[in-house]
């Protein structure tokens, strides 16, 4: 008995179905990123470990990266996320660049992660990311896209949202109630934790940090204020610049979002769907020194998300918003009526694609007319063209509606007005 | 001094002017593959090893592959190549298809091979292939799709052509000289380095298969005959398939030709440019096996190709058919006069966005009018909007065409018209 091989645990097979799906998806990021003037670029899937160990974090880098040494001995990681390969990118080019810099991209990421629903091992993220601005502006700019996208989904403020917050904030109201300077990013990351445990295993991390209850009082004050953006005017510029684009019922100010990157240095946002069926769907920020520890000789501050393609899958298929999408491009299927009239079959053909239409040939002359409509109708190709020796004769052909099931014999000329209307 | 961290020798970065490349390949090899009903689909790109173990060929599979254990101890590779994966996804699937399945992708493979001109560690590949007919018209399909494809990209046949064998032509010629069963398959591996060496070492390494000096000198006038596919019934079949739908001038019959890919078990046939400046510049075959060495429970015989976008890349330099390419899709830059007059400049670019203008805000409201001119200028954006307190108090906008540096003063509606035309 044979077995059959089988691909890699969390690494996905598209078939034309599913990749009908990742191409609308495509479609529409790419519309709403070039509506705003963003250029589209792309990098390496392999790079070396060095560009991720400096700020992507411990978790992504020793624990979720896919890495391994080339031939030559050289670390290499297969690229868990994109923002790095920007920055370097970025920094080898700063000289010949015009800032500011507005890319936009989609490709694959690799993540060693348990695989589960909306979660892969490896998945598409679309990055879009503004370099050389360091005002709220550009922040507002960024996360009006992702309301935007969000809106051609047809995704709606009562299904999802933006959460936002911003590291700078969060750390000065800490330190008001004296929490030092060396504690801070410890304690970011026990509240980037915050929503996978339970509030009392979330105080008792804290504890761990020698936080004294009534500080720790003060911070479960400070994390559910949801006014807090108003004692920030970077904050409130973003707020106000939200309010101008008219996005704000989509946005949400959370204190506690702080995000597990390293790199981020400002501004700070997640995707959540409202029900609160799904963790965060997406993430982003400002992270203004990225370039420079990569390598760039000027301080080159950057905004930006990235939004993978698995997690929005399910959402849009949870909230009913998955889209009805057109697998097959074929219009129309030209039959064999027996070897003998294969020529005239394929010069239909030819002719029907010269005019514009998408138009497969049966590729087997010899198989029987009943099987190759069976395969038009089973493959959703809209129309069949029959031409036996009748049609031959009289230079006309067979048209056959598929879904209806009705046919028309029309002059061989006409053919593509008939399936175009 | 800080060192930037670059890219791995043979990965690329794609800034958008190499992008902009990407996407028009993309899109023409799509449009053609479309044109003829074939569907696209997409894999993993990291594969079990034992995938391509079983028939990619020595060379590809040990020295080739990018491979590695993963965290479970699974060994894995880069995929180097498609049809694998292609094949693993037909069986695995083979009760859910409708066959004739006529399937494309463009993706990336991964090769450890020395970087040079129109060769890369990563790149991308065309794979297009029909999955079911065993029958020469399929092969014919697909050999004319490639000529198509061409002819897309304006290359002519002085320029470009495809040579073609069929191996089971070949090696029943090789059996009527008298050489045995056994000596065949390592005889081919030979005949593929033949364009790599001189005639005198290609036999000298036929020699060492104990092939006598007179079956050498048989084997040399066989590998020449320019007419021997009239002597195969399935050739002349695929050479009246091509002449019927007009491409036979890009076609050359050649018995050298065998493919380095263990899999190939007929039909052989690769790219070459007329000129002889390049070596193979895409290949491909007929493989009734493959899936059926994968796991198929039926046999599914299969023809198809892979191009790869680097040497055609260089083979349009070389012709002067590389394309001019639209790098900046923005229609229009906003600019901001004043911080001020942010807001009316936000609310205009809102307008033009809705109305379906890719545009762009200049995302510092600070940055000097002059600096934001000449941004847009650089960027290759063709026409500049300015809204000073003037233009607002009379619902006016500047409008700077920034070819000509002509402006214009218009109502704020009547900007659409101007910038389409």
Chains 1, 2 share one sequence.
């Not at 036996?388 to 061989?412: H, R």
Request: proline letters at 5%; aromatic letters at 12%; one cysteine or more.
């Amino acid at each position: 008995m044979k077995t059959t091989i089988q691909n890699l645990k969390g690494f996905r097979d598209f078939l034309p179905a599913d990749m009908a799906f990742q191409n609308w998806f495509y479609q529409n990021l790419k519309e709403v990123s070039q509506s705003y003037g963003f250029q589209e670029y792309e990098g390496p899937t392999v790079e070396p470990l060095d560009l991720y160990a400096a700020k992507s974090g411990e978790e992504l880098v020793k624990k979720q990266a896919f890495t391994f040494e080339d031939k030559s001995g050289k670390t290499v990681a297969l690229r868990p996320e994109m923002t790095p390969t920007l920055a370097r990118m970025i920094s080898q080019n700063e000289n010949d660049l015009t800032f500011p810099v507005k890319w936009f991209t989609y490709g694959r990421r690799f993540r060693y992660e348990s695989p589960q629903k909306g979660r892969g091992r490896e998945f598409f993220q679309w990055d879009i990311d503004i370099l050389g601005p360091d005002n709220p502006e550009a922040d507002g700019e960024i996360i009006t896209i992702a309301v935007n996208f969000y809106q051609k989904l047809k995704l709606t403020p009562s299904e999802v949202k933006i959460k936002i917050n911003d590291r700078k904030y969060l750390e000065s109201r800490l330190k008001e109630v004296g929490i030092p300077n060396d504690k801070i990013s410890p304690l970011f990351k026990i509240i980037d934790k915050k929503d996978k445990v339970d509030e009392k295993i979330f105080k008792e991390m804290i504890k761990e940090l020698s936080i004294s209850d009534g500080q720790i009082d003060w911070i479960s004050e400070i994390l559910s204020d949801k006014k807090g953006y108003e004692r920030s005017d970077w904050l409130k510029s973003i707020y106000s610049y939200l309010d101008r684009t008219g996005v704000l019922p989509f946005i949400e100010f959370d204190a506690s979002i702080v995000r597990g990157l390293d790199y981020y240095t400002g501004t700070v946002f997640e995707g959540w769907d409202a029900g609160g069926n799904f963790r965060a769907i997406w993430g982003g920020g400002r992270y203004d020194n990225l370039t420079s520890d990569v390598g760039s000789k000027n301080k080159i501050p950057g905004v930006g998300f990235a939004m993978g393609d698995m997690v929005m899958e399910e959402v849009l298929k949870f909230y009913n918003k998955y889209p009805s999408l057109d697998v097959n491009k074929t219009k129309v299927l030209v039959t064999i009526f027996s070897p003998e009239l294969f020529d005239d079959s394929l010069k239909l053909s030819l002719k029907l694609r010269q005019s514009g239409v998408n138009c497969e040939l049966y590729p087997d002359p010899n198989a029987k007319l009943d099987k190759q409509l069976k395969y038009a109708d089973k493959k959703g190709i809209p129309f069949a063209v029959i031409i036996g020796p009748e049609e031959v004769a009289s230079d006309t052909v067979m048209v056959k509606n598929l879904k209806t099931q009705s046919q028309k014999k029309v002059f061989s000329n006409s053919i593509t007005p008939m399936i175009n209307g």
